[in-house]
């Protein structure tokens, strides 16, 4: 059941996240705002072509390039992009692991709003199937913790993940390696980042949980309907 319990220490890292704090503006003259004369009665507000200029463009997406795994599952479908430079040996892993079908079958056992989505070793009837590989080292020293980054889970040892993986809802960077620590020492490994279905994702995290249970690996976190992995597919190399 250890093994199955990997990523406990996750809560503890949320835990320690400060609150957002809202902050009060003073309202803003839209005339001052857009550059627009006071108008008079009778009068139409005059704008000086001048001060009139176009929004700053939003940010751009992050392009992901690499192998794409597709996860089927009873809610929609899922597209992941490997960080192949990044975590180099965790994508190979999760790579693996895909085309030895070990995620098909596999639930979503653990459900945390705004935090994590898990799955890994579970099946519907939440026994427990044993990965066909072993343990991969740690790689934490190029990746960050966005939402929408797919991540290995692990025990108390860097390099004791193995097949147990979670989907960031949020910037979780409280899973992060932490500054000035040695390379891959801490944190989670990030491999990979969904790029289609995060809609998916979405709904999953926002499903109805069971009451706390005996067997339930994350007590209160377990889908009343079981969320079911019903193929893992790679979709390009």
């Known amino acids: 059941m250890k093994r199955i319990l990997i990523v406990a220490g996750l809560v ?6 400060a609150m957002a704090q809202e902050t009060t503006q003073p ?3 839209p005339s001052v ?8 009665d009778g009068v139409a507000p005059v704008v000086d072509p001048a001060t009139v200029r176009d929004p700053a463009p939003a940010p751009a997406e992050p392009q992901w390039v690499g192998p794409e795994v597709k996860l089927e599952t009873t809610l929609g479908d899922i597209i992941v992009v490997l960080d192949t430079v990044g975590a180099p040996k965790t994508a190979k892993q999760f790579l693996g692991l895909v085309k030895g079908k ?5 639930i979503f056992y653990r459900i945390e709003t705004g935090f994590v989505i898990q799955f890994g070793d579970l099946n ?10 072993g343990n991969v080292p740690l790689e934490t020293a190029n990746n960050k913790h966005t ?8 025990a108390e040892e860097p390099g004791s993940g193995q097949s147990t993986v979670y989907i960031d809802l949020s910037e979780n960077a ?10 891959n020492t801490t944190g989670y490994a990030v491999f990979g980042h969904v790029v289609q279905g995060m809609d998916v994702v979405d709904a999953i995290a926002g499903v109805e949980l069971a009451p706390p249970g005996e067997k339930d690996p994350f007590p209160g976190k377990l889908p009343k309907t079981p969320v079911v992995i019903k193929k893992a597919t790679v979709v390009k190399e």
Do not use: F, M, N
């Not at 503890?12 to 996240?17: E, I, Q, R």
């Not at 705002?33 to 008079?40: E, R, S, V």
């Not at 939402?147 to 692990?154: E, N, S, W, Y």
């Open 102 to 106: 070990h995620y098909d079958g596999a």
């Open 147 to 154: 939402r929408g980054a797919i991540a290995l889970a692990r």
């Open 12 to 17: 503890v890292a949320l835990c320690g996240s």
């Open 124 to 133: 519907a009837k939440l026994e427990y199937r044993r990965p066909k590989l």
């Open 33 to 40: 705002a857009t550059g627009a004369a006071t108008p008079t």
């Open 27 to 29: 309202p803003v003259d």
């Open 174 to 183: 409280g899973l992060g390696a932490t500054p000035d620590a040695p390379p």
